[in-house]
């Protein structure tokens, strides 16, 4: 079960990562349609196109490195005071409930949309540049499928932690600044054998 939790943490950080460039693209497009816009008086006709295509595929493809890293929103005002056991049995009874179901559904719909989209090589109807948008749409059913093995990977995290009363370490990455000077303020609160019990927000308790 380890081996396939680092397997799907690494893909999916590869590809949160990687996709993440998409947001230098779209700054890169708009910054330079407000210099054209503004100062040249020569709006351009894809900026629009740009902007949704680059901000919607990497939204999409940072859905299961964003899972990986416990990054979504939860509201744990209950959850983080119970036992690790207690939350991953909670968790693995609403991954089956809610989460698989809704992302086959992704994946399924996903296909349709993408697959019409292809057949008649689908064009963008928001702008007048008419931008091909079908390659687009397979964004879909991709990001759908990197969250379905995202998805078995916490499977595995809550048998894991069932079993052994500890969640099991996630791979080191970058961190919130908000988190990083709330264990600095835990670290210089410790004296002597005393020690603070501080929450940071979204961080399952040991």
Not at 12 to 41: D, H, P, Q
Not at 128 to 147: E, H, T
């Amino acid at each position: 079960m380890l081996g396939y939790i680092r397997f799907a943490d690494r893909l999916s950080a590869w590809f949160g990562k990687a996709f993440a460039w998409c947001v230098v693209i779209m700054t890169i497009g708009v910054g330079y349609e407000v210099f054209v816009r503004y100062f040249l008086n020569r709006p351009t006709a894809w900026a629009f196109d740009l902007s949704y295509i680059m901000y919607g595929t990497m939204f999409m493809m940072a859905g299961a490195y964003t899972l990986s890293r416990e990054g979504h929103v939860r509201g744990d005002f209950i959850y983080r005071l119970w036992k690790p056991a207690t939350q991953a049995k909670v968790e693995l009874v609403l991954y089956f409930l809610f989460f698989f179901p809704g992302i086959l559904a992704l994946i399924f719909a996903g296909w349709r949309y993408a697959s019409r989209s292809w057949r008649y090589f689908e064009s963008s109807s928001m702008s007048p540049a008419n931008i091909p948008i079908f390659q687009f749409k397979s964004v879909i059913v991709a990001a759908g499928i990197l969250l379905l093995i995202q998805g078995i990977a916490q499977v595995c995290r809550c048998i894991l932690t069932i079993r052994t009363g500890e969640w099991p370490r996630h791979e080191e990455d970058v961190e919130e600044l908000e988190k990083i000077l709330l264990k600095e303020g835990a670290a210089a609160l410790h004296h002597g054998d005393e020690a603070v019990d501080i929450v940071i927000p979204g961080e399952k308790r040991p």
